[in-house]
Structures are given as C-alpha cells and as structure tokens.
Antibody, heavy 120, light 111 residues
Framework: QVQLVQSGADVKEPGASVKVSCKASGYTFTDYYIHWLRQAPGQGLEWMGR????????NFAQKFQGRVTLTRDTSISTAYMELSRLRSDDTAVFYC?????????????WGQGSLVTVSS | VVMTQSPLSLPVTLGQPASISCRSSQSLLRVDGYTYLNWFQQRPGQSPRRLIYNVFNRDSGVPDRFSGSGSGTDFTLRISRVEAEDVGVYYC?????????FGQGTQVEIK
C-alpha cells in the first residue's frame, strides 16, 4: 500500500534551518511528484513547492522561493524539504503529498506531518 | 487563483445533509476540457485526505454520501447524511492554474 512516512518533530532556534524527510513506499517513486505543504497552528493549508523525483526539477511558491530547498534520493525513495532562515511564524506542521507526473493530479496520498517549532 | 469557501463554520445534525460552497476568482475550466477542483477532509489531529478530484470523482474508499458538483467558478461539496466521523475541516483546492491554492477551510461540527 502507498505510504509516505515523514521524519519526527523538531525544535529550532530562529535563524536556523530545518530538514524534513519523506520516505515513499508502495509505488514507483519516480512516477509521482512530491509536494510540500505547510499548516500553521489552527490555520489552513499552504502549498510550498514540489520536486520531480525522476529529474530532480523543482517548482516553488513565490513566498518560499530562495528559502526552501527540495531534494530527493531515488536510491532510498526519499524526498527532503529544507527551510532556512527560520522565523517564529514558520512554526507549523509540514506535510509531504504526492501527485502523478503524467497528469494534473494533486495530493492523493499524504504523509503524517512533521511539526517544526521555531523558538528561542 | 483565490478560493473562497462558505460557510466557514457549519453546525449540522447527525443524519441531516450538509453543503459547502467553494468559489474561485477565475474559471477553473482548462483548455484540455478538465476542471481541476478537489475537496479534502481533515479530521482532528490527522493529515488531510482527498475525497473528490476533478469536481465530482470520489477517491477510492470515500463513502458515497459525499458528492461534488459545479463548474466554472462555483463548486459544492455535499454530504447526504452527516455521520459523527465526518467532523473536521473541509478544504477545496484548485489545480487548474499555477500555483495550486486552497480555500480557507470549513469547520463541520455536530450540533
């Protein structure tokens, strides 16, 4: 069965960086984009960007451009999201979700979420 | 594309129908003939789950009491008979234009 398993919760100080992983199983990793989304406490969903696991190509929401790095390791079917220059308002749950590369298809499976707390 | 949902809070009686509206700031009909409007459910403490894709297609395992309809800029998610497990926040999301965007969410609660 399809699974996206994310890394655990993390606490970072303002100005630091955080790297979240998303391990895929149950499907061909390179057939689906891995998207990253953010959900601040009590707030809605916000799309951050996506990586094409086959090519490594990336696309980003404008507000995250320059602060987010998306990578993948196809040998272990894992995608990574690194957010730099953390601020207190980056405190959120980060989700990975997949979308088929061969059509306009979004978020049919999600990871369990990774809580990142930014606090001094 | 700005997605606007209403209402933002929806108290419902068990066994009664419920309806959530989603309006987009521009038409979501693409030149390929498809309309990429999705609905997601987020139960308390859980990850979102896709219920409906491309306006009216139910995802695998989604109960048939959930249905989606609409076209152009106006879309609706209906629950024919609300059950206790339907409590949560529902989001519409468009993938017709770049970047993908979500509505603010509608909180469904039991009266």
């Amino acid at each position: 069965q399809v699974q996206l398993v994310q890394s655990g919760a993390d606490v970072k100080e303002p100005g630091a960086s955080v790297k979240v992983s998303c391990k895929a199983s149950g499907y061909t990793f390179t057939d689906y984009y891995i998207h990253w989304l953010r959900q601040a406490p009590g707030q809605g969903l916000e799309w951050m960007g996506r990586v094409n696991p086959k090519s490594g190509g990336t696309n980003f929401a404008q507000k995250f451009q320059g602060r987010v790095t998306l990578t993948r390791d196809t040998s272990i079917s894992t995608a990574y999201m690194e957010l730099s220059r953390l601020r207190s308002d980056d405190t959120a749950v980060f989700y990975c979700a997949r979308g088929w590369t061969m059509s306009v298809s979004y978020f049919d499976f999600w990871g369990q979420g990774s809580l990142v707390t930014v606090s001094s | 594309v700005v997605m606007t949902q209403s209402p933002l809070s929806l108290p419902v009686t068990l066994g009664q129908p419920a309806s959530i509206s989603c309006r987009s700031s521009q038409s979501l009909l693409r030149v390929d003939g498809y309309t990429y409007l999705n609905w997601f459910q987020q139960r308390p403490g859980q990850s979102p789950r896709r219920l409906i894709y491309n306006v009216f297609n139910r995802d695998s395992g989604v109960p048939d009491r959930f249905s989606g309809s609409g076209s152009g800029t106006d879309f609706t998610l209906r629950i024919s008979r609300v059950e206790a497990e339907d409590v949560g926040v529902y989001y519409c999301m468009q993938g017709s234009d770049w970047p993908p965007t979500f509505g603010q969410g509608t909180q469904v609660e039991i009266k």
